[in-house]
Nanobody
Framework: QVHLPESGGGSVPAGGSLTPSCAAS?????????VSWPRQVSGKQREVVAI???????SYAEVVKGRFRISHAKATKTIYLEMKSLKIEDTAMYYC??????????????????????WGQGTQVTVAS
């Protein structure tokens, strides 16, 4: 069983930075994994903005590329999403989610939220003008 509780959301001004984290527990760290950060604006579909695997391979959605960085630390069993140059349109609920353990299993469609079957409860990020 895997638990993915997020924390570290909050309110920041446009142009600011924030680093939500996900203290993943359970069996996640005992074998290969892929973990992503999907986000959702109320009333809109979820979108996956970043993904990382056990070997630190990463991919990013175009809308956050160059501004966000996903990482993990096995020693603390934590996955991070470092967000810089935040924009008002980055305002959303951010989730930590786990799916198939290998990038090849996504068939190039890692950005589809339906790939992920284990989710945290989310942490709200609000970017103000």
């Amino acid at each position: 069983q895997v638990h993915l509780p997020e924390s570290g959301g909050g309110s920041v001004p446009a142009g600011g930075s924030l680093t939500p984290s996900c203290a993943a527990s359970g069996t996640l760290w005992s074998s290969a994994f892929c973990v992503s950060w999907p986000r959702q604006v109320s009333g809109k579909q979820r979108e996956v903005v970043a993904i990382i695997d056990t070997g630190n391979s990463t991919s990013y959605a175009e809308v956050v590329k160059g501004r966000f960085r996903i990482s993990h630390a096995k020693a603390t069993k934590t996955i991070y999403l470092e967000m810089k140059s935040l924009k008002i349109e980055d305002t959303a609920m951010y989730y930590c989610a786990a799916g198939p353990p290998s990038f090849t299993q996504y068939g190039g469609r890692w950005s589809a939220p339906t790939n992920y079957d284990r989710w945290g409860q989310g942490t709200q990020v609000t970017v103000a003008s």
